[in-house]
């Protein structure tokens, strides 16, 4: 079993439509949360990073961590076709590992 | 100010040739990780370096793959003797200096590397 599962998607909406991006891990020493987006043939670009239970917003995009649950989210407001990319959630034990354990992405479109 | 710079992007080989991949960190980062990323899969780590040291190894295959990262100059990723399974797209990413703030690692471009 893989200590990180994400949604496979793909996914396809609509534009304006909110996307709900999903995660679950079975590591409970993962305390720190990312984001990451990716395009095609590109280097992972970072979202969001979070090591709290809770939301955090930053424009359109919220990230949403529930430790108990074992489960992030990653939420797009008013989505637009630039967002179509694939998305990775990522994690980590602490600060000073380093190492970040990958999802394997969901590939979402987003049609105007 | 310029980001994860990786060379080359594009990489062929055939089969026993040695692939070398470079990474410069973003100005001011020190440490230094690298990724791979198979077709439809999320990325796994390989290693986790600093200038002349290596962190962690633990997702480093333990035959033909090495890596370094020396006080000058860029980090290697090197493969001796590529076989067809090494093609993938490998990433370099970089992090701050700054206690703290270690997890928040920028991803360079990466470099394709086909095995023929």
């Known amino acids: 079993q893989k200590e990180v599962e994400q949604d496979p998607g793909p996914l396809s909406v609509p534009e304006g439509a909110i996307v709900s991006l999903n995660c679950t891990y079975s590591?409970?020493?993962?305390?720190?949360f990312m984001w990451y987006r990716q395009y095609s043939r590109k280097g992972p670009e970072l979202l969001m990073y979070?090591?709290?239970?809770g939301n955090k917003e930053d424009g359109r995009f919220t990230a949403q961590v529930d430790k108990s649950s074992k489960y992030i989210s990653l939420f797009i407001r008013d989505s637009q076709p630039s967002d179509s990319a694939t998305y990775l959630c990522?994690?980590?034990?602490?600060?000073?590992?380093?190492?970040?354990?990958f999802g394997d992405g969901t590939t979402l479109t987003v049609k105007p | 100010n310029a980001g994860v710079m990786q060379n080359p992007r594009h990489l062929v080989r055939r089969r026993g040739q040695e692939a070398r991949l470079r990474c410069s960190p973003m100005?001011?980062?020190?440490?230094v990780y690298w990724y791979r990323q198979l077709p439809e899969e999320g990325l796994k780590f390989m290693v986790y370096?600093?200038?002349?040291?290596?962190?962690?190894e633990s997702g480093m295959p333990k035959e033909r793959f090495s890596a370094e990262f020396p006080k000058e100059g860029p980090s290697i990723l090197r493969i001796q003797q590529v076989v067809r399974g090494d093609s993938a797209a490998y990433f370099c990413?970089?992090?701050?200096?700054?206690?703290?703030?270690?997890?928040?690692?920028?991803f360079g471009p990466g470099t394709r590397l086909t095995v023929t």
């Open positions: 990413a970089s992090s701050p200096s700054v206690a703290g703030s270690r997890d928040e690692q920028y």
């Open positions: 590591n409970s020493a993962f305390q720190y």
């Open positions: 979070t090591y709290s239970s």
């Open positions: 990522a994690m980590s034990e602490n600060r000073n590992a380093g190492k970040s354990t």
């Open positions: 100005k001011g980062h020190s440490h």
């Open positions: 370096l600093q200038k002349e040291n290596i962190i962690d």
